[in-house]
């Protein structure tokens, strides 16, 4: 053992000196090797947006366009959305659409329905809510939306989980599919999706079932891959046709895992709420975006409010519905207190104009009560805000961005590669220096070093405050339901919330972007720490204190040795998270991929956006491979994995 | 020296059974992507290093059974000796890589899928180690599934299920779900449901593995009670040789993927074939494994009012003996085979 960890270290010694030296002396020696040359770039941008104005004036299924195709799909779903939205929001000609009064009449039923009182009354006091504060009609229109994609969301990943599981061949191919649209950040295909369905909230929600749809695939497969080999030969035994096996067998027993993967679809999708705004959505997401453009934070604020509201109240409700309770009372009383609801509310608008839109006189607002904070701190604690930003901009982020930049990328390359090799061996190698190279080929380096920069600081904080967290909270068994509830709702939160405090302090600049990055990557770094550490097995603890180990000892030289693996793929999530924030920091305007994607969908250049997006999945794949790798390793040490 | 045993009446002699219900020939089953070719390659007499340095590994090998019907048969080994296999190739919930099953005669790797779904619609049932109940249903929906996948009618299927829980003793516990349940009750409602289309052939995979010693026990006694009704032809696997001779008609000794020896629990204890099946009968002492058959002698005087039935070994039956001098010993039907008396079992017991 001592001898290969004294040979790990000699091989890596000797890596990064070569790498020193290569820095210091190579340049003159192999220019190319900085900066790859300009003639030998891959003009992939340009057959990307070749091939889309292929699909849209040329391809052609022999009986119909590719054309005719999207319209279909469009009017497929435009149909849906606009009964939907005349319903909750602009009503059918002189009908009126549900009044607030009703719908969170019906919310409560619903909630209820899930999981009894005290889930009607959070469903209730969300959707006043949004009532009081005014945001009634944007947040209907964001129901709507939400109401259409996902359902298509859900089936359209059930759909395919189920056809891959049936299909080995499938399965290998789609994977690869899943892994690079869950790290592919969103803008990147809001410009396809745009060219090809136009600017309107039927795109939107083709962009948000798209960005949904990966993780209800994946959950798919993996729940049915987990229901026992023993129920799959029950089935066989009674002589299920494949139809009964489905339905009968595999989907009931993989119920639980199915319905988290639903709760994600709907997360997701609220998660998308502003960001499909910007092709159309309309609602809530607007109202967001536009506030931030022209920095009008206290009716940002409010919007975002509404949206986490939404978010709390369908995340607990879908949630409840997972815990599967047997017993729960019959659905047709709720659908008789439903209707019952719908009647009430619909007799009390005729004499009580209030029951149909909130009493404008009873709203509150408290918009312009934040724009003064954000004046009055801005006012008054400027210098000391502009201290802190200046410090760590020049004495920590200039400094390692410039280093990051001036590195080779053949360096990078090799050592990558290095580190795949020890990780996981010749494919991993590959992998991880091909993809650098890869890079470096669409001459998008030095943006993408700007990406790493940005993502590696904010993680290495996001990881220094959240493990100590992590490990107080599984020391003191009492913080940590609290702690749950704390990263629970941080988690249900869309991302664009994080933004605002930190651009209302700092307005726009890298620093800025790195708050946001760090505040919404904690939370897998203190959960993935907490339930490692709480993971261990206890033999192995009371065997610790039988030996007479110290608390200090029992955590460093016990729990956490054995929760290691745990913590790496908390490492990992926070990466994942990084990136995906790291995109959406582009509005506050930093330099790095996530900009070249932002810049792409404002210029609707599908090739340019989706080129640097996939260099941001590139970046995310290369660090999971990696640390997955790291973490099997250790997995494989500990003897918790053969 | 243990004194000879006398010669057993020749009506009762174990042997072949006239016609066997289920067959197996030369079954094999190795696993790995060219599982069919590395077997041609390697040939049967290959070892099963030479199977894993070409990447597969040789679960079920060469396996010849005749399995009668109405015997139960008891599949023995330890965990990976290929045992789960083997009863799923006989299903063909796997597919063997080489050999025959036979059932009545009819080679099953040779059936369409359709013939075979039919097949086990109808005339096999299966219970499962851990149970296998489906989550979602209560205990009646799970014991009735079996005729819902068959598209018997919803009143029917209900009917029977009601009478399969009573069967199992579970009257009362229709609507509860499984989670509801403890491993006894939930092993109950798996029976039930395995015998709710009636089959002829009932396979069991370690029924009483995952239960608590004391259930095991009690299930077992369930297990004797409901074959002396229902007369089913059993395969039964167990880790557990104590299962295994107490409800064996005959057992199969299997290690790494190969029978070692077949025979009834009595052969299986006085002749062991390899030092491998002596390792497992050396603690077992010969009145566990004898049957009151094979003591007992003709009629003579008038019955005595105690009875047994034949299946019993005298282990179980001494303690009647403590008040009794002669048992009546019985068939299945209740017609008497013979009498037992003290002096005999007394003798055999104190042999050990």
């Given at each position: 053992m001592a001898g290969r960890g004294i040979r790990a270290v000699v091989v890596w010694a000797g890596a990064l000196a070569l790498l020193a030296l290569f820095i210091t002396f190579g340049k003159p020696l192999a220019p190319w090797a900085f900066d790859w040359p300009r003639a030998a770039e891959l003009p992939a941008a340009r057959w990307i947006s070749a091939l889309m104005r292929w699909l849209l004036n040329d391809a052609s299924f022999g009986l119909f366009t590719f054309r005719d195709l999207t319209r279909a799909v469009a009017a497929v779903i435009d149909l849906p959305y606009r009964a939907v939205l005349g319903l909750l929001s602009g009503g059918f000609g002189a009908l009126p659409p549900l009044g607030w009064l009703a719908v969170t009449g019906l919310a409560m039923v619903i909630g209820h329905r899930a999981g009894g009182w005290a889930l009607a009354a959070l469903s209730g006091a969300g959707f006043l809510f949004i009532a009081v504060f005014g945001q009634w009609t944007s947040a209907m229109v964001t129901l709507a939306s939400i109401l259409i994609a996902v359902p298509i969301g859900i089936a359209g990943g059930l759909a395919l989980g189920l056809a891959a599981h049936r299909w080995p061949g499938l399965n290998r191919a789609i994977t690869p599919a899943l892994d690079l649209m869950q790290t592919i950040p969103v803008f990147a295909y809001l410009v396809p999706v745009l060219i090809l369905f136009g600017f309107g909230p039927v795109a939107a929600v083709i962009a948000t079932v798209i960005y949904a749809m990966p993780p209800m695939t994946r959950i798919t497969q993996l729940s049915l891959s987990r229901v026992p080999s023993e129920l799959r030969d029950l089935g066989q035994m009674v002589g299920c046709s494949r139809h009964q096996m489905t339905w009968k067998v595999m989907i009931p027993s993989a119920r639980e895992g199915l319905m988290v993967g639903v709760n994600q679809v709907i997360m997701l999708s609220l998660n998308m709420v502003i960001i499909a705004s910007m092709i159309g959505a309309g609602g809530l997401g607007f109202d967001v975006l536009a506030a931030l453009r022209r920095l009008d934070f206290g009716a940002g604020l409010e919007a975002g409010f509404a949206i986490v509201a939404l978010a709390i109240v369908l995340d607990r409700i879908s949630q409840a519905m997972a815990q599967d309770r047997p017993g729960?009372?019959?659905?047709h009383s709720y659908l008789l207190v439903a209707l019952a609801v719908l009647v009430l509310a619909g007799g009390l608008t005729m004499v009580l104009p209030g029951a149909q839109d909130y009493p404008a006189e009873a709203r509150l607002s408290t918009g312009t009560f934040w724009s003064d904070v954000v004046r009055h701190i801005n006012v008054n604690y400027f210098d000391a805000l502009e201290a802190v930003k200046n410090f760590f901009l020049l004495n920590l982020m200039i400094p390692f961005k410039r280093f990051l930049i001036g590195l080779p990328w053949l360096g990078v390359a090799a050592l990558l590669a290095l580190a795949g090799w020890r990780l996981g061996g010749a494919r991993l190698a590959a992998l991880s220096g091909g993809l650098v190279v890869v890079i470096a080929a669409t001459g998008l380096w030095e943006e993408a070093m700007t990406t790493v920069y940005l993502c590696g600081i904010a993680v290495v904080i996001a990881m220094l405050i959240g493990l100590p967290i992590g490990v107080l909270a599984a020391e003191r068994d009492s913080l940590w339901p609290g702690l749950k509830l704390v990263i629970d709702t941080l988690q249900t939160l869309p991302s664009f919330v994080y933004l605002m405090p930190a651009v209302m302090l700092f307005r726009v600049g890298d620093f800025t972007a790195l708050l946001a990055v760090v505040a919404y990557a904690i939370a897998p770094a203190i959960r993935y720490t907490a339930l490692g550490l709480q993971g261990v097995d206890a033999r192995l603890v009371e065997a610790g204190r039988a030996m007479g180990c110290t608390r200090g000892q029992i955590l460093w030289r016990i729990k956490l040795r054995l929760a290691l693996p745990e913590i790496l793929l908390g490492l990992n999530q926070t990466i994942m998270f990084a990136l995906s924030m790291l995109v959406i920091t582009a509005l506050v305007g930093t330099r790095d991929l996530g900009q070249e994607v932002y810049i792409a969908l404002t210029k609707a250049d599908a090739g340019r956006g989706l080129v640097a997006g996939m260099c941001v999945a590139f970046i995310a794949i290369i660090a999971d491979r990696l640390i997955q790798g790291a973490a099997r390793r250790a997995r494989a040490r500990l003897g918790l994995e053969t | 020296m243990p004194r000879p045993l006398p010669e057993p009446m020749p009506a009762l002699k174990p042997g072949?059974?006239?016609?066997?219900m289920l067959v197996c020939r030369d079954v094999w089953k190795v696993f790995g992507p060219q599982a069919a070719r590395v077997l041609s390659d390697l040939g049967p007499e290959a070892s099963a290093d030479q199977f894993v340095t070409k990447g597969h590994i040789p679960a079920v090998r060469a396996v010849d059974l005749e399995i009668g019907a109405g015997e139960i048969f008891v599949i023995m080994g330890l965990s990976g000796s290929g045992k789960s296999t083997l009863v799923r190739c006989l299903s063909r919930l796997i597919e063997p890589t080489a050999g025959e099953i036979l059932f009545h005669g009819e080679n099953l790797l040779a059936m369409s899928e359709d013939r075979m779904r039919d097949l086990r619609r109808h005339r096999m049932g299966m219970v499962f180690q851990h149970f296998a109940?489906?989550?979602?249903?209560?205990v009646a929906q799970n014991v009735a599934f079996p005729l819902e996948v068959q598209g018997v009618a919803r009143s029917e299927r209900e009917d029977r299920a009601r009478r399969m829980v009573a069967l199992v003793g579970?009257?009362?516990?229709?609507?509860?779900?499984?989670?509801?349940?403890s491993g006894g009750q939930q092993q109950r409602v798996g029976i039930a449901r395995s015998l709710a289309a009636d089959p002829e052939l009932w396979f069991l995979d370690e029924p009483f593995s995952a239960l608590d010693p004391l259930i095991r026990r009690e299930m077992q006694d369930e297990f004797i009670r409901l074959q002396s009704v229902l007369k089913k032809t059993i395969v039964f696997i167990t880790h557990d040789f104590d299962e295994a001779i107490r409800l064996a008609d005959r057992i199969a000794i299997m290690k790494d993927g190969a029978v070692v020896q077949v025979g009834t629990p009595e052969d299986l204890v006085m002749n062991p074939a390899t030092d491998y099946v002596a390792e497992f009968t050396r603690a077992v002492t010969r009145p566990k494994v004898v049957p009151v058959t094979r003591l007992m002698g003709p009629v003579t005087g008038p019955d005595p009012d105690a009875t047994l039935p034949a299946r019993t070994r005298l282990a179980e039956a001494a303690p009647l003996f403590l008040t009794h001098e002669t048992v009546r010993i019985t068939d299945e039907d209740g017609r008497t085979l013979g009498h037992l008396h003290r002096a005999d079992v007394v003798a055999m017991m104190l042999e050990g």
């Open positions: 729960a009372r019959a659905g | 072949p059974m006239p016609e066997p109940l489906l989550p979602h249903l209560t579970l009257q009362g516990r229709e609507d509860a779900f499984p989670r509801q349940l």
